[in-house]
């Protein structure tokens, strides 16, 4: 059989493993059938960030793409703008980002969050869009945009706020009582701005009934009432909360009390907290004792905490409590002993994900070693050294790439991706003929090239 004689169907799956771009326009040049189901994968999504090469070049060039070229335009269906060029020389760049959203015809997620690149017209655009369901903007309105114009989206599903302006503050409640009917994600994140407050989160609380997802950041006036306000009204049942940088002032124990006495949690999987002291830790175990938890993220606010008897006994009850169904298990800035990790890996049968802090010391790390074999599912590991471990060199790792193999080969077979401190690979498997003359599958660690940001780098972000 020719490879020419296979159904051109199957070539979706043949070009799904390829996620660079580059690798996917390579595809697209092979003949036109591969054209055909190559283009439309290769165009699907668009990032660009800033720690890309040459990204603001890059910007003019997407843009008088999908300007000129309404045909590639279609296929896009998430656009990411991470960063954007102040001037582009006699090009009017404007014009060209207008008429390329224009053609997005088929666009369902944008992301535009570059201060002082968002305005008006692409506001006034992007509602044109039928298709459009999630948005993740910069808030930053003054001088920028009108921040009206954020009613006029009436029937988004996820919404991200990064830094709002006092504009778009108050045009939010009349906002979230447009869209909230189908409004089922949240963000706002504050960096530290006053802005957000417990009548803000009052205001919205009665439009917000169907959320499923809720998170803020950074919000020094919003106490245990403006977040019981968001649960209290909430009907949906939120499966994902995230609350981070909140005041070190914060009534966690009130906002705890309120929720076991009540079922607002019932449904929660997903829970990211912030914390200051083992008081908030033992506050967070009461307040997930009715949620069916799968995903827990946890991290110090200020500083790395210090490693208590306090810290092993609420690991130990909540992996009791919930070690069937955790999935993942994120913990930064906060040491935790590795007999807790054996605890973790052997009584977290369906663990996938686990992000830890552990001293790089070869002793240490031989006993890790010993605990990621024990979970049998596990997926993703990523090692962050103790703060006083770091370099001021933010690519060194706490093992070199030879140690970190050396320890991935110890792990499950399930391993995919593997990290430390600010690097992370991809796990591949490499056939090989050993002395007996059999085919073995060795494991050898690989660039990580996916445009996906790693899960382990976006639990802290405060």
């Known amino acids: ?99 390329g959203l224009k053609n997005c015809t088929s666009l369902q997620s944008c992301t535009w969050t570059r201060d002082g690149s968002l305005s008006s017209e692409v506001l006034a655009v992007l509602q044109t869009l039928d298709t459009l369901v999630e948005l993740e903007i910069n808030g930053h309105s003054d001088g920028q945009y009108d921040a009206t114009l954020l009613s006029h989206f009436s029937h988004l599903r996820r919404i991200s706020l990064i830094m709002p302006s006092a504009e778009v503050v108050r045009r939010l409640s009349p906002w979230m009582a447009t869209t909230g009917a189908t409004l089922s994600s949240l963000t706002l994140i504050c960096k530290m701005s006053s802005l957000i407050t417990d009548r803000v989160l009052e205001s919205l609380a009665p439009s917000l009934c169907s959320l499923e997802q809720f998170s803020i950041t950074g919000c020094p006036r919003v106490t245990y009432l403006g977040i019981w306000s968001i649960l209290s009204h909430n009907t949906a049942g939120l ?39 083992d008081t908030w830790l033992a506050a967070a175990l009461e307040m997930l004792a009715q949620a069916p938890l799968q995903q827990i993220q946890l991290y110090a606010t200020h500083g790395a905490l210090a490693p ?33 990790i054996a605890d973790v890996c052997a009584r977290c049968t369906s663990l996938r994900q686990l992000f830890v802090v552990v001293d790089p010391d070869p002793v240490a790390l031989t006993a890790l070693a010993d605990c990621l074999a024990t979970a049998p599912r596990l997926c993703e590991v990523h090692v962050n050294s103790p703060q006083r471990s770091v370099t001021h060199d933010s690519t060194v790792g706490v093992m070199s790439a030879p140690e970190a193999l050396a320890l991935v080969r110890r792990c499950p077979e399930s391993i995919m991706l593997f990290g430390c401190n600010a690097r992370v690979w991809h796990v591949e498997r490499r056939i090989l003929r050993n002395d007996e003359g059999e085919l073995i599958a060795e494991r050898v660690l690989t660039r990580y090239d996916s445009p996906d940001i790693p899960e382990q780098f976006l639990v802290v972000r405060t």
């Open 1 to 99: 059989m020719d490879f020419l004689d296979l159904p051109l169907e199957l070539l979706s799956d043949i070009l799904s493993p390829l996620a660079k771009p580059q690798h996917l326009a390579s595809a697209c040049l092979v003949n036109k059938a591969f054209n055909q189901f190559g283009t439309p994968r290769l165009y699907e999504r668009v990032s660009i960030y800033s720690w890309h090469k040459h990204s603001k070049a890059k910007v003019l060039g997407l843009f008088n793409t999908l300007a000129h070229c309404p045909y590639l335009a279609k296929y896009v269906l998430k656009l990411e703008i991470r960063d954007f060029p102040k001037s582009v020389g006699t090009v009017d760049l404007e014009e060209l980002v207008v008429q």
């Open 239 to 277: 499966h994902v909360l995230g609350l981070e940088g909140l005041p070190r002032n914060f009534n966690i124990g009130a906002l705890s009390s309120r929720c076991t006495s009540s079922d607002v949690l019932v449904r929660l999987r997903s829970f990211t907290l912030s914390i200051y002291s």
């Open 308 to 340: 208590s008897a306090a810290a092993d006994t609420f690991w130990t009850d909540l992996v009791t409590a919930h070690g069937a169904r955790l999935t993942r298990v994120s913990v930064h800035r906060m040491p935790i002993s590795l007999r807790t």
